[in-house]
């Protein structure tokens, strides 16, 4: 769902229009609907801008390349073993949960 | 917000499964089973009628922080955590690095916050696991405040690339619209 406003441009010449009004926009009707809505250009450029603002909102940003502590941290957290021994002894598992 | 989240607590928290994986054998003397990867084991558990295996894999019982959970915990008990970082496996100057904030992936936890953890921590944003209700010891170490919180599910979201751009969006366009929100 993109907010962004496609633009096409065409010559003055090829259509007949109002002239534009800062600050008011003009619908124009064709069998009751609005078939097209007339802007100021200055009004058109805030739209687009807000247009622009709400596709830019929800983007994140890019998180920094690994540090030299960060490789550290990693290596330390995600290898198992790294932090504290492996327990791999059913005995003393045992006897450990016992004393529990 | 729920009474667990942002809190940090005691939890069993399981490594990732990494190849080779070793593959417990049942009830018995025999050692455990091993797959050198994925591939053979998927192609073995196929041909064992889409069976499903216990895998061994390493977990330690460490404190984590709390940053979400399901929105029915009834259905669905899991809770999201990350890993903490004890300060006693840093340097004085890495200490500092992470006081700071320097790096995004650390958040500090002031320790007059988190007066019943035994070090000084940071939570470690890239280290988000689930973990059930069961495995998480009850009674909390500490917690952080509704902002800090939103901080972290910001460098979540950054750290793992979620694209929440669509459903942003959509909040703004409804909010402009006059749409009324749930209550959160």
């Keep these: ?100 | 917000m729920s009474e667990r989240i942002g809190h940090a607590v005691w939890a069993l928290a399981p490594y990732a499964p990494e190849a080779p994986f070793r593959l417990y054998p049942g009830p018995g003397d025999r050692p455990p089973v091993v797959a050198s990867n994925i591939k053979p084991l998927r192609a073995a558990l196929t041909r064992g009628g889409d069976a499903e295996v216990t895998v061994l894999t390493p977990a330690k019982v460490r404190p984590v922080l709390v940053v979400a959970e399901a929105s029915d915990t009834s259905y669905d008990p899991g809770l999201l955590v990350l890993r903490l970082l004890s300060f006693d496996k840093l340097g004085e100057a890495e200490r500092a690095q992470v006081r700071e904030g320097k790096d995004p992936r650390y958040f500090h936890l002031h320790p007059s916050g988190f007066k019943d953890l035994p070090q000084e921590n940071a939570a470690i944003v890239s280290t988000l696991t689930r973990v059930a209700q069961t495995a998480v010891e009850p009674g909390s170490l500490g917690a952080l405040n509704r902002n800090e919180l939103r901080v972290i599910h910001e460098r979540i979201a950054a750290y793992f690339r979620l694209d929440l751009g669509a459903m942003v969006r959509r909040m703004v366009l409804e909010r402009a619209a006059g749409t009324p929100r749930p209550e959160p």
């Design chain 1, 1 to 100: 769902m993109e907010a962004s406003l496609h633009t096409i441009e065409i010559q003055s010449g090829s259509v007949r229009v109002p002239e534009p009004v800062a600050g008011t926009a003009t619908v124009v009707r064709r069998y009751k609907q609005p078939q097209a809505v007339i802007l100021h250009p200055r009004d058109f450029e805030r739209l687009s801008q807000d247009a622009r603002l709400v596709d830019e909102i929800g983007l994140s940003e890019p998180f920094p390349p690994f540090t030299p502590l960060a490789r550290k941290v990693h290596l330390l957290l995600e290898t198992p073993g790294a932090e504290a021994p492996l327990l791999e002894d059913g005995e003393m598992l045992e006897a450990l949960l016992a004393q529990a």
